[in-house]
């Protein structure tokens, strides 16, 4: 399957598999950027992406720049209907100002299958299941 990419700065890198068996592209910031810690920002790929009907494309951390300096991706979700340039929503977590430079490798979109809408239901209680209402660490840490 063939997935189509439009570079609306021409400038900037197309994303690609970095090796053969990857399961995400990497896409690259279009400007310059100097994140302060705590700091939230929208950062231009430069290009738009026209995901497949039925799948999605999920941005995702690159593991180094999250490792290393607290970069992390916020609101990864692009619809197959959506044709407008990919933003990714970065946060600083890290204690030191980051600096992002054009073309630099900000984050990765894996593209995937999604299950087709379901209908939903409105139901005043739902069944009960051995787990129920436990979250939020309730399987242990160990």
């Not at 068996?21 to 231009?44: F, G, N, Y």
Request: proline content about 4%; aromatic content about 4%; overall charge negative.
């Amino acid at each position: 399957m063939k997935v189509l990419i439009q570079r609306v700065d021409k400038t900037v890198e197309l994303p690609k598999y970095q090796h053969e068996h990857d399961a995400a592209i990497d896409l690259r910031s279009a400007e310059d950027k100097i994140l302060q810690p705590m700091e939230r920002a929208v950062i231009k790929t430069g290009i738009a992406i026209a995901i497949p009907l039925h799948h999605v494309g999920l941005i995702w951390d690159r593991s180094g720049l999250a490792a290393k300096h607290g970069l992390h991706c916020l609101a990864g979700v692009v619809d197959p209907t959506y044709r407008g340039e990919i933003g990714v929503v970065l946060v600083n977590l890290g204690k030191e100002s980051f600096t992002i430079e054009k073309n630099m490798r900000i984050a990765q979109m894996l593209i995937q299958p999604v299950a087709n809408h379901f209908a939903l239901g409105e139901v005043e209680s739902l069944d009960a299941t051995e787990r129920n209402e436990q979250g939020f660490g309730s399987s242990g840490y160990h």
